[in-house]
């Protein structure tokens, strides 16, 4: 399309998706090639900047007097004719253009307006960018074009990537979406996209790339299923798409063949708003899609101008109109007259131009969402507003040389780039526009969100902005309330890879994957973390422990040796004795100061104080000549070049650079070089030739003389002239010095390589050659490319024996010498060779050393040592320095149950469960047990209270088996006596199932054998009583009849129903929920506490519950019966024992409760044993008084109460 004006502008647009390309034969004018896949939207941006031309010209604010012309090309969607276009906008097509014969003069367009993809400005910036025509972009967004010195005259007015990137990364910051995946496509807007992502991301923290894939250009199947395979399996839930709409449809289609659902995608600002993606069966997949779009604007006016849109029936396919006519056959689906051959037949319509527009069914009249279209608006704009601030400069003050003004009619490109610089204006829509000093607008981008509505038609809401304003810079703008979410939540996805480290926990980083892949690893004891997410876990002050949690500090526990107990009082006095001791010794040494004393391993340096120390010696160095001793050196590693520089091979740097070791070029010989080199002379009859001038110049440098004619006043300065006779052989010069040929040598295997490159050539037989219809390259027609191919193929040996051959990059076999400076003692230099490095096709890199010959420029005559951080030992891990190399690091002990027995360990390993680190944190020891041992004191003790229990009460059976005629015996019911003293040995001796290493049995047994031992006892105890009562009832007149219910039968049927009872709740326990050993690991960490777990708390309750209701009655009993006569009955003892009893196990369950591991086993046999010999002693101890020490009472008269009465 054309308009003509005083100036004109030209576009470059996309009115076609695509181009075919006529084949290229070579030997006929190729045809131009055509366009197909008319693009109605392309068609209307260009329509919006003829609209833009047109509504400046009407304005009489904006240049006035001023007409605006245009010339719009199509792109075609081929680079090649896009740059075509250009070239034909800045040089002109037309025969009538001519530049005046100085070549100055105004082109045939001031500024364009285009391209819209980043590849094809890249390409039509740089050539325009020679002669800073400016070019104003409206779709290209690479970051690569805000490079001012390859685009000096690009300028755009949509945001550049980088601001697009900044812009994505701040909603994945807002949704604390922490692990996304990137595609991109693979053209320069993807790939630079990607590039900048990457770093950006990475610099702000706001989390890690999943993967990135690159969309295939040319729609390869199989890439397309691996990349949406890649998408499905990975983690990450948000996908992120830098990519044109004819890859997104290609990658839709996939992504609808494979079922990917429940993926939050996020769009780039160039398929955000593509209709074409607007479909039904996308909806499943791509509702709820957020996405960056290009600045919606209104244009006031424009659907009037479009309506007015009529083809030009008098300029038939017409340069001028071409584009019209082509979107007037696509709308209306004819074709203009004459139609092409067979339309008509066809049933095809055509064209007459008068047909309806306004009621046909286009896109070309929604102007409901002007993003492309408002940019183009303010590109023409943007220019128009340069033009015109270059007619309101006033003359003797303008910004060119001499203060001058530019002028419509001569006014050049640069001038205008200029001005366009400076342009700022605000649109009807209210935007401002304006460019910074890379050519891009003040960025501004749209939130957008997908969402399909009920009915099944779509809807791209605007939700947010984020913009870059001078004052707050970038800003974004979310109602998160509008935003629909594709999930059944109805809020916004989780899209992490590791979920967050609570207190308590450090982060791990996993090995090989992004920072955002950590593990959550637990504090070691006496660390805490007490925020999420924490690096580190931080040490615990010094009177301080973490809690189980380990997320807040405690106090510790105190303990501290007292002096009121006896090892403090044992160790008090060993101190004081000490320091008695050492008063004595100081006065003795006091009194023999003069002794001289000779030390061997003292080397402080403070020891030479001699007013101090007057009379000490030491065999050892002092520190201060240690010190003296470690002086700096350097270890230089020399690059091949300066590895065998002469210049620096001086005595002055002999200190400094002795020893060097360097990469030198291999070095080779080459026989007959030196009697070649002998053989040179300069050609007189040639003078300053082509072919000898190299010589002559060698000569004269060597000789110090100039050939003839010698320049003015050379001879009269006593200069030589050369005559060519010259003896070069005896000359001094380092041209003759063959001995350390290494660039010679590699000139020497290239000549070669080039000469059996054509010998094989030459060696190719007819009909069998590489080349197309096996032909063979001749000498006489050789092209550079053939000889290439054979280059590549070269494969010989040097006299030297080394091959010479070329990988697929064109690089030779590579070796090395490896070089040693080395200064003789008579001050002369030597660089010997000390190895050599090099790679085989069989053996790959190889290094060869001769350690033995290389000098080290050291005192210790070895290779230093350089290390930014010494080797971690075994018991610490390496922990890396923040900010600095990975080589730098700090040794970090192991924490307590953790080990690492290997040098420069990146973790420390947990100990297994029986086991506990070494106090070197290099190997794991079995933990230490702990139970209560017949070996240990207390274990002793309490074994030994057993079995003099078990003795006692063998003694009071003994006593009253002895004397069981006598009264005492009778009277006091010798057989539940007899029953009872069995039942105390047997509580005695159930207290050993307490002591030792728990096992099954032992822990099924020993409450089984406590509970009925005590239950038979006091059973025995209550049937006492209640015979007591009985009988003190019976001895009033009329209660004879109450005897009859507690004869002997019914005693021992009392006695073994109650015992009965706790051996049916002992039964039920041990098959429900038996006691079973248990290692405990909760007390210590480095100890094992070997205990017995009762299985059932509440069988375990039951158990004591009823010995204690037992113990109860009877002691409830026994009271109502302490005021009978004190010679009839007992009643007054077992009420005594029975308050024993039952203190003794009140007090047990706080103490048992609270007592950790063997300590319980202790209080539960201490409690059996005391409340065992408090029955033994309050029961039978008065009576065995009697029964030995007052045989005078043990009658039936002082029983029955008939002796003296009591006062």
């Known amino acids: 399309m054309h308009k003509p004006g005083d100036v004109v502008l030209g576009g470059l647009f996309e009115v076609h998706y695509t181009s075919v390309f006529p084949e290229w034969t070579f030997t006929s004018e190729p045809q131009q090639p055509s366009c197909q896949g008319f693009d109605t939207l392309g068609f209307r941006h260009a329509m919006t900047m003829a609209f833009a031309i047109d509504e400046i010209n009407k304005n009489s604010n904006l240049l006035p007097n001023v007409t605006l012309g245009y010339t719009l090309y199509d792109n075609c969607g081929a680079l090649i004719i896009g740059f075509s276009g250009a070239l034909s906008l800045a040089s002109g097509r037309e025969e009538q253009f001519l530049l005046q014969e100085n070549c100055l003069g105004t082109p045939p367009v001031l500024g364009i307006v285009g391209d819209s993809y980043s590849t094809f400005s890249i390409a039509i910036s740089n050539m325009l960018g020679l002669f800073k025509l400016p070019l104003v972009s409206y779709f290209a967004t690479c970051s690569c074009l805000t490079d001012r010195e390859r685009f000096p005259s690009f300028f755009r007015t949509i945001p550049s990537d980088a601001f697009q990137v900044r812009a ?142 009529r083809p030009d029936l008098h300029q038939n396919s017409s340069y001028g109109n071409n584009m019209v006519k082509q979107f007037w056959e696509y709308t209306f689906q004819c074709r203009f007259a004459p139609p092409p051959a067979g339309w008509v037949e066809t049933g095809g319509a055509v064209c007459t131009g008068e047909e309806d527009i306004e009621n046909v069914e286009t896109e070309f009249l929604d102007l409901s969402n002007l993003r492309p279209d408002y940019n183009v608006y303010k590109a023409v704009y943007a220019l128009a507003y340069a033009l015109d601030d270059i007619l309101q400069c006033e003359p003797g003050r303008g910004p060119f040389s001499g203060n001058t003004c530019a002028t419509l009619q001569t006014l050049e490109p640069w001038q205008l780039v200029h001005y366009l610089q400076k342009v700022s204006f605000t649109t009807s829509f209210g935007d401002q526009v304006s460019f910074d000093e890379n050519g891009d607008v003040i960025p501004i981008y749209d939130i957008m969100n997908w969402l399909w509505l009920p009915d099944g038609t779509f809807k791209l809401q605007n939700v947010g902005e984020v913009k870059r304003t001078p004052s707050k810079g970038e800003e974004l703008t979310l109602d998160e309330d509008k935003i ?144 003296k001793l470690h002086h700096q050196a350097l ?301 240990e004191p207390l274990g002793i003790c309490l074994t030994t209270a057993s079995l003099l229990g078990t003795f006692i009460c063998v003694v009071v059976l003994g006593i009253f088996i002895h004397h069981r005629r ?90 073994l129903v109650l015992t009965s009872i706790q051996a049916a709740i002992c039964t039920a326990w041990l098959v429900s929920a038996s006691p079973a050993p248990h290692k405990n690991t909760d007390y210590h960490s480095d100890k094992i506490v070997y205990e017995c777990v009762v299985g059932s708390t509440v069988g375990f309750a039951v158990l004591l519950g009823y010995i204690g209701l037992l113990a109860i009655l009877s002691f409830l009993l026994a009271f109502l019966a302490r005021n009978l006569p004190d010679n009839f009955n007992e009643a007054k003892l077992i009420t005594f024992s029975m308050l024993i009893f039952c203190a003794v196990w009140v007090a047990f369950v706080p103490a048992y409760v609270n007592s950790p591991g063997k300590y319980a086993d202790a209080v539960e046999v201490f409690a059996i044993l005391a409340s065992s010999f408090g029955l033994l002693v309050a029961l039978f101890g008065p009576k065995c008084y009697i029964i030995l020490l007052r045989p005078e009472r043990n009658t ?12």
Not at 278 to 301: C, D, F, M, N, Q
Not at 995 to 1018: D, E, K, M
Request: net charge negative; aromatic share 10%.
């Open 168 to 309: 994505m990364i701040q909603i994945l910051k807002r949704f604390g979406w922490a692990w996304v995946g990137l595609v991109v496509s693979d053209d320069d807007y993807g790939l630079h996209v990607a590039q900048s992502f990457q770093s950006d991301l990475a610099q702000s923290g706001g989390g890690c790339l999943a993967y990135v894939e690159v969309l295939p250009w040319d729609r390869d199947p199989s890439e397309l299923k691996r990349i949406v395979y890649s998408i499905k399996t990975s983690t990450a839930r948000v996908v992120m798409v830098f990519a044109h709409e004819i890859h997104m449809m290609q990658l839709m289609e996939e992504v609808v063949q494979q079922d990917v659902t429940g993926l939050q995608w996020v769009a780039s600002e160039s398929w955000t708003s593509t209709p074409v993606l607007h479909i039904p069966r996308l909806k499943p997949y791509l509702s709820g899609t957020l996405g960056i779009a290009i600045r919606r604007g209104e244009i006031p006016g424009l659907r009037e101008f479009l309506l007015q849109t």
């Open 484 to 627: 629909f979410w594709n999930f059944e939540s109805k809020e916004p996805p989780r899209s992490v890879c590791s979920e967050s480290c609570p207190p308590g926990t450090r982060m791990a980083r996993k090995k090989g994957e992004p920072e955002c892949c950590f593990d959550c690893i637990p504090c070691s004891v006496g660390k805490i973390s007490n925020s999420t997410d924490s690096m580190e876990c931080t040490i615990c002050p010094e009177d301080f422990w973490s809690s189980p949690q380990r997320d807040h500090c405690v106090p510790k526990k105190t303990e501290f040796l007292s002096y009121q107990e006896p090892l403090g009082i044992c160790l008090t006095a060993t101190s004081l004795l000490g320091t008695f001791i050492c008063a004595v010794v100081l006065a003795i040494f006091i009194y023999h100061r003069s002794t001289p004393m000779v030390s061997y391993f003292a080397t402080c340096s403070c020891l030479t104080d001699r007013e101090r120390f007057p009379s000490f010696f030491r065999t050892i160095p002092s520190d201060a000549f240690q010190v």
């Open 635 to 935: 270890q230089w590693v020399a690059s091949e070049a300066w590895a065998s520089s002469a210049v620096l091979q001086n005595p002055r740097l002999m200190p400094y650079l002795s020893g060097t070791l360097g990469i030198a070029i291999r070095r080779g010989e080459i026989p007959g070089l030196r009697e070649f080199l002998l053989q040179i002379r300069p050609d007189l009859h040639q003078n300053s030739s082509y072919g000898n001038n190299l010589v002559r110049q060698f000569w004269e440098h060597t000789f110090q003389c100039r050939f003839a004619p010698p320049p003015a006043g050379w001879v009269e300065t006593g200069g030589a002239v050369c005559t060519g006779e010259e003896d070069i052989e005896n000359v001094e010069t380092e041209f003759l010095d063959i001995s350390n040929l290494r660039p010679e040598y590699n000139v020497y295997k290239a000549v070669y390589a080039l000469a059996y490159a054509l010998d094989d050539i030459l060696q190719c037989e007819p009909g069998r050659g590489p080349f197309s219809g096996n032909a063979c390259a001749t000498l006489q027609t050789l092209e550079p490319w053939q000889l290439v191919h054979y280059l590549q193929k070269v494969s010989f040996t040097t006299s030297f024996g080394d091959q010479v051959s070329f990988d697929e990059n064109g690089d030779v076999l590579p070796i090395y010498d490896i070089m040693n400076w080395l200064w003789l003692p008579d001050g002369t230099f030597k660089l010997q060779n000390v190895g050599e490095v090099k790679r085989t096709p069989s053996k790959g890199e190889e290094l060869t050393l001769d350690e033995d010959k290389i000098f080290w420029n050291f005192e210790s005559k070895e290779p230093p040592r350089s290390v930014c951080s010494e080797s971690c030992p075994p018991g610490t891990r390496m922990a890396r320095k923040k900010g600095q190399p990975e080589c730098c690091f700090d040794c970090i002990p192991c924490s307590e149950g953790k080990i690492s027995n290997r040098t420069d360990s990146m973790e420390c390993t947990i100990c297994p469960e029986d086991f506990w680190s070494s106090p070197q944190r290099d190997h794991c020891v079995p933990k230490k047990t702990e139970f209560l041992s017949y070996h």
């Open 966 to 1055: 006598t009264p005492m015996v009778r009277a006091n019911n010798s057989e539940l006596s007899f029953q009872l003293l069995l039942s105390l040995k047997l509580c005695f001796l159930c207290s050993l199932l307490f002591i030792g290493r728990p096992r099954q049995w032992t822990c099924q047994l020993r409450h089984a054998a406590f509970g009925i031992s005590f239950v038979l006892c006091v059973s025995c105890i209550l049937v006492k009583t209640m015979v007591v009562l009985a009988v003190f009832k019976a001895s009033k007149p009329g209660g004879g009849a109450n005897l009859k219910w507690f004869g002997a039968v019914q005693q021992r049927g009392t006695v």
């Open 1196 to 1207: 039936k008269k002082a029983i029955m109460g008939r002796g003296t009465p009591k006062s």
